[in-house]
């Protein structure tokens, strides 16, 4: 019933969302204060637009609210002629008042808190003024200048997107940006292949590299070419252009067949088999680990079975906007409570995995401004088509995940917060990150999504190994997607030494030194100083050692 109703609803669960509600409405309800206040917020903000509807009719006046700073709804000229600066004022008053309406009650848990405040904000969203021909005063100039030729081509748009969406299909545009020919075309091969990954590993393009190789962990929950797009924002290839051995792990997508491979194969299978082969392929030497999002909170895993097991393979760790403490995870929590992980786990018991579309969904849901409505509004009424990029391409090109690696990452680390907590276990034994002494390399997105950086931060408290904590600009993925030479951008460094004093977040942002640029130079030298001598790169694989070059990158496992 759970796995029928889930299809209905994209695997949100009603319970879920009454029980919030519930919650914030029966308290609401007996909080006469709150309600006295909310009648006098919404008087006063009456009058505040009675006192500025008149004056609007003269043109552009002092408006009596302000868009928040990311809303950009209403960013166009026309919007502040009248009668449609009356209109986005009364839309804006509104959306303030649902929020002083669904905050701050007295007795309601933080969490419904946050689902009712959430979902209120959505509900508004869909009915926002930017959203309707007739009140987007943007949409109404187009239209009347082509004589309605943006809404004929908006409806082809949305029929093409109709039917590739139901046909299985990318979107438009993405087949110009191909897997292994536009984006993830850094040279090189295939060393190993598992029933879980491809081992990749990238030809030098030096004479001489760094002695340690470069392990990158990937998420899962994507596809790893995000960190090697096109040739000109490709990390992977800054790497080997700069002297560095690079290894990289594509995971394999998942299928009913996949449906009982959990945490643990994900770590044996996967981080550490990759970690065996390029012991073998590049002997005698430690290596640096790196691990992004998902990836990057299985390399603190395995990081710390190692150190709890005596293996000092690593010479440093490196963690992409990965969280290790769960107990702040961002908006991301709306969607995980008891309720709704037990909702999930009945509809991935149907199929033996969680479909790519339940997770993009999610995500869409987060961002829903930029990712749906001003998208709809760009393409359906104003008729135009954004040209695709290598990293929309790549968005698009989404993963499943199956069935008990996610209950078990939900409940282990999202509800429960085992592996800060030090309950986490790895072969039977639980693991700590206070064991963990080679250095760190952490960094944050200051708007992420998906792992807040004060969550990432908090990586200070867990351990006492020397941590360089950068913060970059831009979000979960475009503050990774960062190279040299972008417009606007900068980052802030600093580095606690080893059992070095604690430092919180808001004296972090006062204390760490801003640079402007890419924060890519700077672990490239951070990576430098915690590296050998320079030295002839290794040959491609091992084949008398069983790593053998099984094809060329980016393999296949990529294009499944």
């Known amino acids: 019933m759970h796995a029928v109703l889930g299809r209905a609803t994209r695997a949100i669960s009603p319970t879920s969302l009454l029980l919030a509600y519930v919650d914030w409405w029966s308290h609401l309800a007996l909080s006469p204060a709150k309600q006295a ?41 026309d919007w502040r002629r009248w009668p449609f600066n009356v209109i986005q004022q009364s839309f804006l008053l509104a959306q303030q ?37 007739l009140t987007n005063p943007e949409v109404l100039r187009r239209t009347t200048e082509t004589w309605g030729h943006n809404l004929f081509q908006g409806g082809l748009h949305w029929l093409d997107d109709w039917e590739r969406l139901h046909a299985g299909r990318p979107p438009a545009g993405a087949e110009a940006q191909r897997v292994g020919k536009e984006i993830a075309t850094t040279p090189g091969k295939v060393v190993f292949r598992n029933r879980l990954i491809e081992l990749i590993q990238y030809k030098p393009a030096t004479e001489r590299v760094c002695a340690e190789p470069i392990l990158i962990v990937p998420a899962w929950i994507m596809k790893y070419y995000v960190l090697d797009l096109s040739p000109h924002n490709s990390l992977i290839g800054h790497l080997v252009k700069n002297g560095h051995t ?11 067949a996949d449906r009982d491979r959990g945490m643990e194969d994900y770590l ?100 829903s401004n930029d990712l749906v409505w001003s998208r709809m509004v760009r393409e359906y009424l104003l008729g135009e088509r954004r040209p695709m ?36 276990r790895v072969g039977g034994r639980p693991v700590a990150l206070n064991d963990i002494r080679a250095p760190i390399f952490c960094l944050g997105t200051v708007n992420d999504h ?14 006492d190994s020397e941590i360089t904590f950068a913060l970059t600009q831009g979000g979960h993925n475009t503050g990774i997607v960062n190279p040299p030479g972008g417009r606007d951008r900068g980052y802030r460094v600093m580095t606690r030494p080893y059992d070095g ?56 496992y990529v294009l499944q």
């Open 450 to 463: 998906v792992a807040p950086w004060r969550s990432v931060y908090k990586l200070h408290v867990l351990t």
């Open 389 to 424: 990029s290598d990293l929309m391409a790549w968005n698009a090109d989404a993963t499943r995940l199956p069935y008990r690696m996610h209950s078990e990452y939900l409940r282990r680390l999202y509800l429960r917060n085992d592996l800060a907590e030090g309950r986490y």
């Open 97 to 133: 008042w649902w929020h002083n309406a669904t905050t701050e009650v007295r007795g309601v848990s933080r969490h419904h808190e946050e689902v009712v405040t959430f979902v209120a904000r959505q509900l508004l969203d869909i009915f926002s003024p930017s959203n309707f021909v």
């Open 37 to 77: 206040q909310l009648a006098q917020k919404a008087l006063r903000k009456a009058n505040r637009l009675a006192l500025y509807a008149p004056r609007s009719l003269s043109g552009d006046v002092e408006p009596c609210i302000e868009p928040l700073e990311q809303d950009r709804r209403f960013n166009h000229p």
């Open 268 to 367: 044996r299978m996967g981080m550490m088999d990759a970690l065996d082969a390029v012991t073998t392929i590049v002997p005698a030497q430690k290596m640096h680990c790196v691990g992004y999002c998902l990836g990057g909170t299985l390399a603190a895993i395995g990081a710390a079975a190692m150190a709890r097991d005596n293996d000092d393979r690593l010479a440093s760790l490196t963690l992409l906007a990965a969280q290790a403490d769960f107990s702040e995870p961002g908006e991301l929590a709306l969607f995980i409570d008891e309720s709704e992980v037990t909702f999930l786990e009945d509809i991935m018991f149907d199929r033996g995995f969680l479909s790519a579309g339940q997770m993009a969904g999610a995500f869409q849901l987060l961002r």
């Open 501 to 556: 004093k604690y430092t919180d977040p808001d004296a972090y942002l006062a204390e760490a030194t801003r640079k402007d640029g890419s924060w890519w130079p700077e672990w490239d030298a951070w990576l430098r100083g915690r590296s050998g001598d320079q030295v002839a790169p290794p040959a491609l694989g091992a084949p008398d050692k069983g790593y053998a070059r099984l094809a060329d990158a980016p393999g296949t």
């Open 246 to 256: 690079v290894f990289c792990i594509s995971w394999k997508n998942p299928g009913p």
